[in-house]
């Protein structure tokens, strides 16, 4: 699979994911593509080289009868490619769909939709009608969980933008600033400093001793705001960001 800066420039491309919408519901030929999308042949192979190259798809050679072989298309792999954008706000992921069959799924889905699982699990087959009754419930639980998830990003771009009010009198050099937004982003990891000497562009010694600064403000931010001297034992359960910086 290619990476995500990959994927998002293949699919800016509308004839490609016009190859994607047909390519998901049934294998197809370049020819078939072709006719049913109105470009030619030749666009189509080179646009579906290029996708199977990224790995979005797969070929394989099918006998014909009435010449040489003939190479069919289809879709194999499953993710989800996820933006968020906002102010304060700025998330691209992907994400690998789970694998399994539907009771390895069931413990992780919803109450109403492990229903679902258990009723299908072990069928070879459905029935269209069945199917479409079935693709509903999962619709909506699918709306609501999405609706959920909606609201926590918003939440989460509130707490951000309230913090981020207080940034320049807290941290007057840039890089500090950056580096507290890169901790927001992930805030139950701990620091890479190769990453932060990549993303501020500097050697990274300069990015240690930045990061050693926001360890030292963020354990006397974290006392004062508390009254409490901040200790932890090693095995602790609390994110990085709870504990006391561990020596080199």
């Keep these: 699979m290619g990476t995500i800066d990959e ?15 047909r390519l998901v519901r049934e294998p197809h030929y370049a020819y078939q593509l072709a006719d049913q999308i109105g470009v030619s042949q030749q666009a189509i192979t080179k646009h579906l080289n290029q996708l199977e190259k990224a790995g979005m798809i797969q070929s394989q050679k099918i006998p014909s009868s009435k010449g040489p072989e003939k190479r069919i298309y289809s879709v194999q ?23 399994g069959g539907p009771m390895r799924l069931s413990n992780r889905v919803p109450p109403n939709s492990k229903k679902i699982a258990e009723m299908i699990s072990g ?19 699918l709306n609501q969980l999405d609706e959920q998830r909606d609201a926590l990003i918003a939440l989460h771009q509130h707490v951000k933008n309230k ?3 207080n940034l320049e009198n807290d941290f007057q050099h ?13 805030p139950r990891e701990e620091l890479d400093i190769e990453q932060i000497a990549f ?29 409490n001297i901040i200790a932890a034992p090693k095995n602790t359960t609390l994110p990085w960001w709870a504990t006391l910086r561990k020596d080199d």
């Design 163 to 165: 913090a981020s009010t």
């Design 77 to 99: 792999t499953s993710f989800s490619i996820r933006i968020d954008l906002g102010p304060d706000m700025f998330k691209l992921e992907q994400r690998k769909l789970p694998k």
């Design 199 to 227: 993303e501020l562009q500097m050697p990274q010694n300069n990015a240690r001793e930045l990061a050693d600064l926001f360890y030292e403000k963020l354990t006397r931010s974290m006392a004062k705001r508390s009254g």
């Design 174 to 186: 840039y890089e500090e600033r950056q580096l507290i937004h890169s901790v927001f982003n992930n």
């Design 123 to 141: 069928r070879k087959k459905i029935g269209f009608d069945e199917a479409i009754y079935l693709l509903s419930d999962l619709e909506d639980s």
């Design 7 to 21: 994927l998002l420039s293949l699919l800016e491309n509308k004839v490609r994911r016009d190859i994607l919408k």
